[in-house]
Structures are given as C-alpha cells and as structure tokens.
C-alpha cells in the first residue's frame, strides 16, 4: 500500500529485479498487485511505480 514505508521501500527493488528477469524470460513472468489502499487516488500513486498488472481499485 501506498501508506507503508516497508512496501514502498521493497516496491522499486522488485521492479528492478522483474524488468531484469522479465528480459531473460522474455516477458513470461507475471506480478499482480492487490492494492490495501485506502482511495482511488493513492493506488494510483502507487501503482504508477510499478511495471506489473494490477487488480483494479474496488
């Protein structure tokens, strides 16, 4: 979640990690986020971070 230093400390380590392996595998590997954010606005904040697909805000 947007609002959680230890996620947003991992988030763009294992961003890095997926581009790099996703090139090795040729894009074979899948992340999906499921948001615990608390509005529309900060998952969208957070998820611009992200080179996965997510499950859309509800």
């Not at 990690?17 to 606005?41: C, G, M, R, T």
């Amino acid at each position: 979640a947007h609002w959680c230093p230890p996620c947003r400390n991992f988030t763009p380590k294992l961003a890095k990690i997926f581009k790099e392996l996703n090139k090795e595998v040729k894009d074979k590997l899948d992340i999906v986020f499921i948001s615990w954010d608390e509005d529309q606005a900060a998952f969208d904040e957070y998820f611009k971070e992200m080179p996965w697909k997510a499950v859309p805000f509800s």
